[in-house]
Structure formats: C-alpha cells, structure tokens
C-alpha cells in the first residue's frame, strides 16, 4: 500500500458578518511569532466582503440603537462575563498570534479587556446632557446623543479580516461609514485621512510615541530603575507607551547606566508559554528586521550598544530558535538628533542620555513629532507639576508608569494622535450631538 503524503493542515480563520462565520476565498499566512512557522490563514477581504460588513450594520442598527441604556449595558455585562469564563482560551489566542507571554495574556490583555466592558456597560447608565433656558425667548434647549455606530445581536459586530491596502482601503473610503477609530502608525493614519477626507468622516487616531524618562538627581533609584526598565521592554516595546528614550541628569547618569544596564540583562527574554520569561518574541520577521536596522544604524553613527543585540546571547530552545526574539538592547552616546532617537522603532530598544538642567531636559523631549507619553521621576513636588505642565504630550506619568482610569482621556499630540479616548471622550466620539429648541 503506498504512503500517503502528510499534509499539516492549519486553521483557516472565518470572517464574521450579520451574525455568521463567513468564508473568504482569499487567504494570507499567519506566522506563530515564536517559532517563525505558519499556524492559521487569515482571510485576505476585499471590497466585497467590507460591502457585506456594512449592509449588515446598516440593518442592524436601528434596532440595537433604539435599545434602551439598561438592555446595552446587560448586554456588554453578558460579554464580560463570557470573555471571564473563556479567559484561558484568549490568552493563550493571543499569545499565539501575538508572540507576548501567556502571563502578560493572562494577567494584563484578557483582564484588561473584561474591565473594559464592564466600564463602559456602568457608565451608559450615567450620562446626562445639557439644558439650558432663554427665558426672554420664552425657549427650553436641551441636547441629546444619537448613537453614530454600532455595537451585538446579529449584524452590530463584523469582523473582516485582510490588509490594509484592500480591506483597510474598502472600509475608510466607504461612504456608508461615518466614522473611524484606528490604532497603529502614523504613516497608516495619514492614509487614512486622506482616503476619507471625501467623506467629512469623524476620526480617531491613537498612532505612534517616542516617549521620554526624565530621571531627575533626587529621583527615587529603587522604584525608578525597575519600573523603567519595565516601561522600556514590556511586551517586547510593543507598546505605543513604552519608554524609548531614558534623559538621566548627569551627576546619577553613571550610576543609573549601570543599575538599568544590570536590570535590562536580567529582563528574560524567552518562549511565550515559559511562566517565568519577562518577555516574547516580536511580532513578525519583517518587524524584527526593522527594529534590528535601529540598533545597526545606532552602532554606524558610533553610538555604543551596551547589552542586547550583538552583545549578549539569547538563550532559547533549539525548536523556537527561528522565531523572532530579540534580547533587551539599551544605547548610549548617541545625538538627539539620530533616528534612533527621533523615530519610532516599537521593539524592546531603548536610548540613555545625560542632561544637566530642567529646562535642557524639556527642550530635548520635546524634540520630536511625536507627543504621546512621558514620564518624570523626582522627589520634587514642584518640579514635577512644572516639568508635566511644559512637556508636549497628551498624558504625564510621575513617579510611576502605565497607571490608568478609564474615566480620564487617554491620547496623544502632534503626530501621536488626533481626538481622545476615554469614558467622556468615547461617548462624545461614538454619537452625534443634537440640540433640540422647544418653543412655548
């Protein structure tokens, strides 16, 4: 009897649209950012799957718009609750797609996205909106909020997967989409605002950083170097928010550098699914390579690489050696003005500099088209308040990092964002204002 081929069969990922798991005759491969194999095919949509999208949302929403605050919020409650029974399941999706650790999966992403829902589901209880009285007109006005998109019976949530050159293209440039949220680059955000210009669409932008530590000489040593050494390589510095350029004041400069330096090297770098790795792998060769051209150039312009890439050796099993792990790298000497320290490199890079005075710092931090995130370390009271107030950036950590409430707008300036997210903010962006005059 003749052998039979083995063939690896991977799974093919389904669009879902007005309620249905839909196939796409069109795939792309997805790659297991941990071992660099491919382990599911995602649909490769187009115009006409985006067309679907949309008609079945154009259905669904009068009906789910017209439901009553209560019934949403029992709704978004039901899938919180559904996503905490199934939590082991996407973190370990995530992990999988992502390339973080199962532990960050676990404890950060899937939790953090359950709080979500179950903040917003509290406070669609709780808006009010204005009046006001013209009593020589003898007019009452008072405003309301008409819902702009959609939101989960069959046809109010639609996923179409695909790239962003056709799924992406089909979705900013239809006319029957009002608005726009979108988080990633800068460079994509522009495409996009110039594919829906036509169309007068509402846009929300959460795009890129290049956001500065500022250590200070009275800063605390213990809590600052730990948590920047975190801020600087959670989540491999995939993260919009991380740390990528450290100013130290110089008279610590040298004691910090080593301190960081030592912390960095003890960052474990290692297969998602280890419990104890600090960090994953990046998330596609293609971004591997890129962040590595960072460290490359940092090294042609004379800067010194002092641990990380080319330095030290990545321990990992032989099976996972051709995914695409990449050691925490910290880079010194290098100008203000190279693009190590101008552009965003989004992987776990980070660049320490000296400074000597307050206003030197904020001068150099500013420096840049980005303006999401800083964070400020020093024991000084006042100095914090007037180093936050002066620094370009839609949101100030001191003394801490990464410590959020959802109440409070989150965003960025220049070319790190347009528009706001948050409890206000998003309710503010997802409707549309209407001002209403009675007439006695």
Not at 80 to 92: G, N, V, Y
Not at 164 to 188: E, N, R, Y
């Amino acid at each position: 009897m003749p052998k039979m081929a083995h063939q690896r069969t991977h799974l093919v990922l389904e669009n879902y649209i007005g309620g249905k798991f839909v196939p796409c005759s069109r795939h792309i491969d997805s790659y297991d950012p941990s071992s660099g194999d491919v382990y599911c095919r995602v649909p490769d949509s187009g115009k006409e799957e985006v067309d679907a999208a949309v008609n079945a949302a154009k259905e669904a929403f009068p009906g789910w718009s017209a439901r009553s605050p209560l019934q949403r919020s029992q709704i978004l409650h039901k899938l919180a609750d559904l996503m905490e029974a199934h939590l082991e399941e996407f973190a370990q999706a995530e992990s999988k797609d992502q390339g973080k650790t199962i532990t960050a999966a676990r404890t950060i992403d899937i939790p953090r996205a359950v709080y979500n829902f179950r903040f917003f589901a509290s406070t669609i209880l709780h808006n009010t909106t204005e009046c006001s009285e013209m009593v020589h007109m003898d007019c009452t006005l008072f405003t309301t909020r008409t819902p702009v998109g959609v939101g989960i019976p069959a046809g109010v949530v639609n996923i179409v997967c695909g790239t962003g050159p056709k799924a992406g293209a089909a979705i900013v440039s239809h006319p029957d989409v009002p608005l726009i949220s979108f988080t990633g680059s800068t460079l994509a955000a522009q495409h996009i605002r110039e594919q829906s210009a036509p169309y007068c669409k509402k846009l929300s932008l959460e795009l890129g950083g290049k956001n500065p530590a500022i250590i200070f000489d009275d800063a605390n040593l213990d809590e600052s170097i730990p948590t920047t050494v975190r801020s600087s390589f959670t989540n491999q510095g995939e993260v919009c928010l991380c740390t990528s350029r450290i100013f130290v004041q110089k008279n610590i400069y040298s004691e910090f550098l080593e301190k960081f330096v030592e912390g960095a090297r003890k960052w474990k770098v290692g297969i998602p699914s280890d419990p104890t790795a600090n960090m994953g792998a990046l998330i596609s060769r293609e971004h591997l390579e890129k962040v590595k051209s960072y460290i490359n150039l940092a090294k042609n312009e004379g800067a010194k690489i002092l641990c990380g890439e080319g330095i030290d050796s990545l321990n990992i099993p032989e099976k996972n050696r051709t995914g695409y792990f990449l050691l925490p790298t910290v880079i010194t000497e290098i100008m203000d003005s190279s693009r190590c320290m101008q552009e965003e490199i989004f992987g776990p890079v980070t660049c320490v500099v000296p400074f000597e005075t307050e206003e030197e710092v904020i001068q150099r931090a500013n420096n840049v088209k980005y303006g999401l995130a800083a964070t400020v370390w020093s024991r000084d009271v006042g100095r914090v308040h007037r180093v936050a107030k002066k620094l370009h950036t839609g949101m100030v950590w001191t003394n801490c990092w990464l410590i959020r409430d959802l109440n409070l707008p989150f965003g960025g300036m220049k070319a790190s964002g347009v528009g706001r997210e948050g409890a206000k903010d998003s309710f503010e962006f997802f409707t549309e204002v209407k001002t209403i005059t009675i007439k006695h």
